[in-house]
């Protein structure tokens, strides 16, 4: 099957907090991104098999598969797909190899670096 390169970018975010996953679920919606979400690493590792994810949000301290373990799953397994890991734990010298957005975020800020990733991913979709 082809990819369909005219489709909106396909976003899935990984938050354990409710109401952070559900907000940033709504505003890129709002902004025109279809949106997927998951309250842990597992239900992620669903949604990654079961969709054609562009860009991942994903949070990193989380108690179902998060961290250290989250961040290595990712670099192996989905080392294709634009990452972006958010945190209000993780210090600015501890290297991780995704862009990282420290808690509390300005979502404007946000949305300019998904779209950012979201057109790298589009123009890795052309043939």
């Known amino acids: 099957m082809q990819p369909d390169k005219t489709r909106p ?5 990984v938050e354990d907090e409710d109401s952070i996953r559900l907000s940033l679920r709504d505003f890129l919606r709002g902004r025109g991104y279809e949106v997927l979400v998951a309250s842990d690493g597992v239900g992620a ?13 994903s949070d990193y301290r989380m108690e179902t598969l998060g961290g250290d373990y989250w961040v290595r799953f990712l670099a192996r397994y989905c080392p294709e797909k634009k990452i972006i890991l958010t945190s209000g734990f993780l210090r600015p010298d501890f290297k991780v190899p995704f862009e990282v957005v420290y808690k ?4 404007s800020e946000l949305e300019a670096l998904v779209g950012r990733l979201a057109s790298e991913a589009r123009d890795a979709r052309r043939p």
Do not use: E, G, M, S
């Not at 970018?9 to 975010?13: G, I, K, P, R, T």
């Not at 509390?104 to 979502?107: A, G, K, L």
């Open 9 to 13: 970018a396909l976003v899935l975010v």
């Open 104 to 107: 509390p975020f300005d979502y």
């Open 45 to 57: 590792i669903k949604q990654l098999l079961d969709n054609d994810v562009d860009v991942i949000i």
